[in-house]
Every structure is written in C-alpha cells, then in structure tokens.
C-alpha cells in the first residue's frame, strides 16, 4: 500500500542543513499496524507527514497505492489526503465554534456531500464512539478523551485506507489514552491500515511491527512480540 | 464544497467575533449609505434646477445679435461679437411668422430710479407687453405694459416689489411720476414679490417700453430678442425663419445666433449629471476605505485561524477551497453591510424629502446599483490577498502550533 523509495527531507534552519529524513526507505501493507518511536528531533513527524502528503520528499519516490505521489500538484494532494488520509493531531485540532457532530462531519462538507448524506454516515460513528450525548456540544465543553473521540470520527468519516496519528495520546491522561488507543486499535481490527508516532514504550509496544527512528534514518524495524 | 455549506461556514465564523463583524458591517453600510444618500441629494438637486430651468418654457428660443464661432447653440455662444444690431424693425419682422406664438425685444441697462428725494440704482428692461407671459411674470398691482406698436416710447414703467418698497414703502405707487435718467415717467404696475425667474431679480427690476428704454440708454440696437415658438416641435422651422429673414435684412449675412432653451437645459443637465457622478465617486472613496479596513480584518482573521486553515487543507480543501471560503466570507459581509447601508441611505433620503419636499432626493437606480456593486467589489478584491495567504499556508506550521 505505501512504498518509500529512499525518500529524503532536507530543512535549512540558520544556514545549517538538517536532514529531517535521510534516505528512508519503507514498505507498509495494507491493514498493517505500525508504531514510530524515536527520540525527539528525529524525523518522526517529517516521515508522518509525507506519508499523509502533506509534505513532499526533496528526493526519492513515493508510492501510495501503487500510484507515484511524489510530484502531485495541490490540488492532486488535496483530493488524495481527502480519499485516503485520516489524520489525528496531539493538539485534536477542532474548530471551537462548531458542534461535535459538525466538526466530525467537516471533511464530508469540504468534499460536497450532501447535509443528509453527512448525517447518515455521521450518525453510526458518533453512536460507536459513545458521543451521542455530547454531539450538540461544542469542544470546549468536551472532555480531552471526548475531543480526541471527535477528532477520530473526523478522520474515518470520509473511510480512508491509512490512519496516521501523531501523538495521539501526548495530550491525555493515562487512562484516556488508553482508551483512545483502544478506539484506534479497533479501527485497526476492522481493516485500517494504522500508523501511530509515540513517545509512551507501552503504547508503541503494542503494535505488531515497531519502527525507531533515530537521525532522520529507520534504525529498527521490528516484527511480532 | 457547496455553496449554501461555504456561505454556513461563513456565517460561523463571522459569528466567532462579533466585535469585528459588527465593525466591518458598519464600515461598508456607511459607505453604501453615503453613496445612495449623496447621489440621491445630487439627483435631486439635479431635478430641482432642470425643473426651474424648464418651468421658463422650453419652446423659447433667445436671438441674440452677432454670430458666435463656437457654433451649435451652447451657452459658449452667449459671449459673442456684435457686428451688426438688431433692431426693433428686425424684431417685427421676426414676428411676421406662423411659428411664432409671442414675441418680445429685449433691452438692458443700468439707471437710477429716483422719487422724491429717494434713489436707487437698478437694471432697467425695454420690452412689450408680451414679456410678461414670455417670462412668466406676475403682477402684484396695476397693469403690465399696454399692447402697442413696439416703436411708442410711452413714458410708463412697471417696477419690482423691491424697488417699490425702497422707495414708497407703505405708500401708493400706482400714477405717482418717478425719474428715470433725464426723464420722468409714470408707475403702472408693480411686479409679483416670488417670480424670480433664472438669470432675473424680478426683485430689483424696471420695465419700460422697449422704445422707451432705448430714448433712455440712448441706443438703436436691442440686446436680444425672445420667441416663444408656438409648440416643440415647430422650433427647427422657427429657427430656420429667423435665419432667413436675418439674412434678408442684413445683406445675406445670418449674423444673429440663437439658443433654444432645450440646448442650453441639456448643457445644465449634464453639468449637473457629472457633478452627481463626482459627489457619488467621492462617497466611493469611503467604500473603499472599509473595502481596506475589510482586507486588515481578513488578515487578523487568517492570522488567528491559522490551525483551522491548516486543519482544512490536512482534511482535503485544496488551495482554491481554501481562498473559496474566504472571499465567501468577504462578499458576506459586503452583501450584508451593503444591504443595511442601501437601508440606511434610503432612509436618509426619505427623512430628507420629508425635510425638503421640493428636493427629490429619491436616488437613482443606477446609483443603488454601483453602490451595492461597489462594496460586493471592493469586498471581493480586498479579500483576495488575505485569501491567497490563508491558501499558501502551510498545513504542517500551521498545525503544529496550539
Ligand atoms: N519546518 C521546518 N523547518 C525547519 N526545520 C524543521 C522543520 N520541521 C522539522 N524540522 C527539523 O527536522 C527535524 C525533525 O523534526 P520532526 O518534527 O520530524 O521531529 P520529531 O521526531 O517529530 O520530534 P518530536 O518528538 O519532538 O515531535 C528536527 O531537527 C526539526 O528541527
Ligand atoms: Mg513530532
């Protein structure tokens, strides 16, 4: 599903070159469970980022489907991060003013699809993530563990094949975050291909294949228990 | 995206900050305001004059002795050269036509009026009868001047309201003998106080008969004529016999130039029309200052909603989306703020003919429409940048921040 071919990312930062991602090459099959680790300023987020296109690589080739995804123009992007992408930020990211329910149902609305369209496909999710009491409210009147719910709803409501989290525990207690590791695992099980960043070794331990990525280069690569 | 969901979108975010929605509103319905109250004013100020300037009679046609270079009957050719006068002998013969309904000559000059030890310096006119209904004069007391042949310089004056206060004051005025110049002369009549009639102080006038006038200031020309043609429509014709028989009595030369007063009305009107036009581009200035505060506020805007922007992109608004919904909200504004601001200038106007009826202050329809187009415009184009930065964003700064 995802192939990167000795992809690298370069930033200037003061006249210095920092290779935030050094020739990586990697390959991700479709319903994998993948975690990344790796000490911070090692290129964790880079990597997440250009396999949810929202950053391009400056070398090397990227395969998403076996479709080249490298040079795609914005709007090429755009549509492919809509079809194929969910992601899930530390931070949740949702928008204050919006409802629970609107913010779950905004990737349908920026697609075009119908008020009613939203709502029935809304509906479902907002039953399985335990929101239906709370989906008239507003994000500040959430829980974290609530925001980062909604915040999983918004990324699978369009169905998209890879889920990319970063750090989506960074924000939470622990037994919030487990439960929203819970919520994602689930998702996993139901056919999700799934990659979450992590600091937390308990949380990344219980992916079946563990990435650490130390310097801008894959160090570890590791299967089963 | 659909349209009716990037307008709610707008609308919400709009509503995250009333302060600054309300602000922008203001802005542009002032502006909107400003424009279609002024124009009206100017429409209406427009109307007013014409409408004076029509109420003289529209089938009067002024000749005027010497030809003017600067043909083609614009008030240009009220500063003509005087080769040769018009006599009253002209003015009769003028007369001798079936397009013409009325007809008086004209003189002008300055004199003094005196009785009983009083006087006053005042613009004195030789004319006839005729000029009362020519010029649509009202006569407060006694007669105007007597209908007879024009070359009887009857020694008899008709005098102005204000003429007749400064001298007599309370007293009759009416067969009292007045001096004008070397000569003394009988009052007949004393005009209406209102009728003051464009480019005359009924006010301040003398009218004498127009021979008369011409023993006193001591010449043989006139200083115009005027006709009434018998209708609109037989003005060309009119024009075309004042020619001809000018051109008879002065050896083939047509040396006289003639204004109609639809020419010189046009010339008003148009006036008028720019100035209306320019009042307008004035108040256009103030939409674009709020199209400006428009773009200051768009740009706080992105600024604060950076991760939103960023969150958008990350879930699928591509760049176009992204400037899409901006300007939605730009021209949402401008929409709304130009609706109050038509609200408002219309209810200025009304309040202002409720004020001062004889000013139609009703603005033009053009003048809605600019206004409205005008904000939406200014709305649109000032958004434009503040969009194109919002869409250049990068999702990954814009989302790593809190
Ligand atoms: N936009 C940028 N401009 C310049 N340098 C950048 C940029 N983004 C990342 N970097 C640099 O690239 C390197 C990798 O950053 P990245 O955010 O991928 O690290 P990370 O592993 O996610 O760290 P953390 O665990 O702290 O989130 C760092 O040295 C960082 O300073
Ligand atoms: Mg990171």
């Not at chain 2, 200031?217 to 009434?228: A, D, H, M, P, V």
Request: proline residues 4%; neutral net charge.
């Amino acid at each position: 599903m995802i192939e990167l071919r000795e992809v690298s990312r370069l930033f200037t930062v003061g006249g210095q070159e920092v290779r935030a991602m050094d020739r990586v090459s990697l390959d991700i099959a479709s319903g994998e469970y993948l975690s990344i680790m790796g000490p911070s300023g090692s290129g964790k987020s880079t990597l997440l980022n250009i396999l949810g296109l929202l950053d391009t690589p400056d070398s090397g080739t990227y395969l998403l489907q076996k479709w080249d995804v490298t040079h795609l123009n914005d709007r090429q992007l755009a549509a492919t991060r809509s079809r194929t992408i969910g992601f899930i930020f530390q931070f949740f990211h949702l928008i204050p003013r919006l409802t629970a329910q609107q913010n779950i149902e905004l990737p349908l609305m920026l697609a075009g699809v119908s008020q009613r369209e939203r709502r029935e496909r809304s509906r479902p999710l907002i039953e399985a993530f335990g929101l239906a009491e709370r989906c008239h409210h507003r994000p500040d009147e959430l829980s974290g563990g609530q925001r980062q719910r909604v915040a999983i709803a918004r990324a699978v409501i369009n169905r998209p094949a890879i889920l990319l989290a970063d750090e989506p525990t960074g924000n939470l207690d622990r037994h919030a975050g487990g439960e929203i590791i819970d919520l994602l695992e689930g998702l996993h099980r139901d056919g999700l291909t799934l990659v979450v960043v992590t600091h937390d070794p308990e949380i990344g331990e219980r992916a079946a294949r563990r990435i650490r990525v130390v310097d801008g280069r894959i160090a570890s690569d590791s299967k089963g228990p | 995206m659909r349209p009716l969901d990037a307008i709610g979108f707008a609308v919400t975010s709009l509503g995250g900050n009333r302060v600054r929605t309300l602000l922008m509103l203001l802005a542009m319905a002032i502006g909107v305001a400003a424009v279609v109250l002024l124009t009206g004013i100017g429409n209406g100020a427009r109307l007013y004059i014409v409408d004076q300037f029509a109420s003289l009679g529209t089938n009067l046609v002024i000749v005027i002795p010497g030809r003017a270079e600067t043909a083609n009957n614009t008030p240009a050719t009220l500063v003509g050269e005087t080769p040769r006068d018009l006599t009253l002998d002209d003015a009769r013969a003028l007369a001798r036509s079936e397009t013409v309904r009325r007809l008086t000559p004209l003189n002008v000059g300055e004199m003094t009026i005196a009785w009983r030890g009083k006087e006053r310096q005042i613009p004195l006119f030789g004319s006839t009868a005729s000029l009362l209904d020519i010029h649509h004069l009202r006569l407060e007391r006694g007669t105007f001047l007597p209908e007879e042949d024009m070359e009887i310089a009857r020694p008899v004056c008709v005098i102005g309201a204000k003429v007749y206060r400064e001298l007599f004051g309370q007293q009759n005025a009416l067969g009292e003998l007045v001096r004008l110049g070397g000569f003394r002369c009988r009052v007949i009549g004393i005009l209406g106080s209102e009728g003051r009639s464009l480019g005359l102080d009924t006010e301040e006038m003398v009218i004498v008969p127009v021979a008369f006038a011409q023993m006193l200031l001591n010449t043989e020309g006139l200083f115009r004529i005027l006709i009434e043609a018998r209708d609109l429509a037989t003005i060309d014709r009119l024009k075309a016999h004042i020619n001809a028989t000018v051109a008879k009595r002065h050896y083939g030369e047509e040396d006289v130039t003639i204004i109609t007063q639809d020419s010189v009305l046009a010339t008003f009107d148009k006036i008028l029309h720019v100035l209306t036009l320019t009042v307008a581009a004035i108040a256009g200035i103030s939409l674009v200052v709020a199209g400006i505060l428009i773009m200051n506020v768009m740009l706080m805007a992105v600024a604060q909603r950076t991760a939103e922007i960023g969150l958008c992109k990350a879930l699928g608004a591509g760049r176009l989306q992204i400037m899409a919904l901006l300007v939605t909200e730009a021209l949402l504004l401008s929409a709304v703020g130009g609706l109050i601001g038509l609200t408002l200038g219309f209810a200025g106007s009304w309040l202002a003919v409720q004020f001062y009826p004889t000013l139609n202050t009703t603005p033009p329809s053009w003048a809605i429409a600019a206004a409205f187009g005008t904000a939406l415009g200014t709305g649109f184009l000032f958004s434009l940048l503040p969009a194109r930065r919002a869409a250049r964003l990068d999702p990954i700064q814009a989302l790593a921040r809190r």
